[in-house]
Structure formats: C-alpha cells, structure tokens
C-alpha cells in the first residue's frame, strides 16, 4: 500500500489543516528545528493540526553537525523538543549540507551513528535518514550504522510535480518532487512524498516493552508515547524515568528514595524518607 504526503517547515506559511485532510492526504513530515537551534516557527502548528485531523506525523532536521558532539546535540535538541509527545513515523536525520560533504564517507557515518544512538538511548523514538541517491550510494555507510530506514530524495531533471524517478535501493518514503501543489498550504512549490511502509501499524500492537541496544528498557503505551512514573504491568509495580526508561536499583521518585529490582520490579524491600526526608523507614510494597 501506498501512502500520499509532503514535507514542510516554515517556508509554506500556516496551513489549514482541515482542507489538506479533505484532499486525501496521509502524513506529513514537519521540520522541527533551525540552524540557529531555535524551533521551526510552524512546527507546533504543523505537528499539532496534523494530529488534530487525523494525519499522521514525523519529524525532521537538517543537520549542520560537523562532528559527532555536534550530532548529539542536535539528537537531545529534538528529543527535548517533542518531550515524549506521540510519532507516527520515524525521526528523520536529514543529510544534505555541502560542508559535511566535503568530511568524507567515515565521518558523515559518524556523525550519522552518533544521532542514531543517542535519540534510541533516550528511548523515544525510531530514527530515519533523508538523503539523496548520490549521499546514499557514496558518502553514507549503511553496514556501519544501526538498522534504519531511508527518505530518499531522488526528483527528475523535468520536475513538473507528479513525474516520479524511482530511487535505487530499500527506500520506505520516497521523496519525488519539489513542485507539488496541495490545498490548504500557501506555498506554490511544496515537496511531495510516498510512504510505502505502514509506519502506524503499531497502533494496533497495543502496548508493549521496547529493549534498546544499550540494554535499558521503556513501556510504550501508545505510538512514540513511552510510561513515566509509577506503573503496575501484568500485577508487577515499576517506575519510568522522564525519558521513559525504567529504573533499576536506587532511584529518587516524589522526594523519596526507593529500590528497584534488577528486574525492575518494586516488590519485597523497599527504602524511603519520611515526609520530612529525615528518617528511613523499611517497609514491603
């Protein structure tokens, strides 16, 4: 199955939402940061009238990362941003800039790994890489990175809006023109895509543990929506950090101490102050 949409940030003006559902379309892939590290102007428009009318949404940036520590940054920037907030298609790491170019195969692939790992420790959310089919083939190592997906960014020579030139490789979101039109966005050239992965299929796996490659594990309870807090899963008591990583042993919860199982369970022996933070009591959950 094939799924219709388009990729926008600022530059298409305030989009009314309601008519671009009405047109047919599926999803829509929002910029969600600036070179200045400042959020996209229409990124809270973008993401949150996307949702309110049933069109499913991702997220991309540009990267300006020239080395590794510039690509956590820009990992943790997007990670604060959405906050835990639902995704319905992958993070998208968008490598593009002629001044990472010019770094090379193994250094793009660092940077590119160095994004990757830190927006999947913070166990939020997939992550994707958009990029044309000369990045693809030549200057992206893909046996070196984690698994993801590709956005590929292949338009032909004579781009009148709907002509496709079908990338080469495993793509999942082709993007394939530059020149779109869609009712409701005031912009006159608008980049259009193809889904042809059913990224939403997990909204019918109801809720389930996700274990990451640095050995953490998260709950998601919904699409890109990990627990926080005090849960009880399957009759077991279990805390989730801010990030939604569940704690092991020691962890500090409502100014109180508490001790979770390796397992993370919270059963048996648990340590905590008095309302005071004075004293230590023992007691058994």
């Given at each position: 199955m094939e799924y219709r949409g388009f990729d926008i940030c600022e530059y298409q003006g305030r989009v009314d939402w309601p008519k671009v559902k009405a047109a047919g379309y599926d999803f829509g892939i929002f910029r969600i940061s600036k070179r200045n590290k400042t959020i996209d102007p229409q990124f809270e428009n973008n993401y949150n009238g996307a949702r309110s009318v049933g069109i499913k949404a991702g997220v991309y940036i540009y990267s300006y990362a020239l080395s590794e520590n510039d690509a956590i940054e820009e990992a943790?920037?997007?990670?604060?941003?959405?906050?835990?907030?639902?995704?319905d298609m992958p993070v998208w790491l968008d490598l593009e800039w002629e001044n990472q170019a010019a770094l090379g195969a193994d250094k793009i692939t660092a940077i590119a790994g160095a994004f990757i790992r830190t927006v999947k420790a913070r166990g939020m959310y997939?992550?994707?890489?958009?990029?044309n089919q000369h990045w693809h083939d030549n200057l992206i190592r893909w046996s070196k990175l984690p698994a993801v997906d590709w956005w590929a960014a292949r338009v032909p020579k004579n781009d009148n809006g709907t002509t496709r030139l079908s990338p080469k490789g495993s793509y999942t979101v082709h993007q394939y023109s530059w020149k779109g039109v869609v009712p409701g966005i005031p912009a006159k050239e608008i980049d259009m895509d193809v889904c042809?992965?059913?990224?939403?299929?997990d909204e019918e796996k109801g809720p389930h543990w996700i274990h990451t490659e640095d050995g953490s594990w998260y709950y998601r309870i919904a699409?890109?929506?990990?627990?926080?807090?005090?849960?009880?899963?399957?009759?077991?008591?279990?805390?989730?950090?801010?990030?939604?990583?569940?704690?092991?042993?020691?962890?500090?919860?409502?100014?109180?101490?508490?001790?979770?199982?390796?397992?993370g369970g919270l059963e048996g022996a648990i340590y905590?102050?008095?309302?005071?933070?004075?004293?230590a009591i023992w007691y058994l959950d």
């Open positions: 943790n920037r997007v990670c604060d941003i959405m906050a835990g907030r639902p995704l997939d992550v994707g890489i958009y990029t042809v992965k059913d990224y939403w299929k699409p890109g929506v990990n627990a926080h807090g005090f849960m009880t899963i399957n009759h077991h008591r279990y805390y989730f950090g801010k990030s939604g990583k569940m704690q092991t042993g020691w962890f500090q919860a409502d100014n109180a101490w508490y001790y979770a199982q390796p397992s905590r102050t008095d309302e005071i933070g004075r004293q």
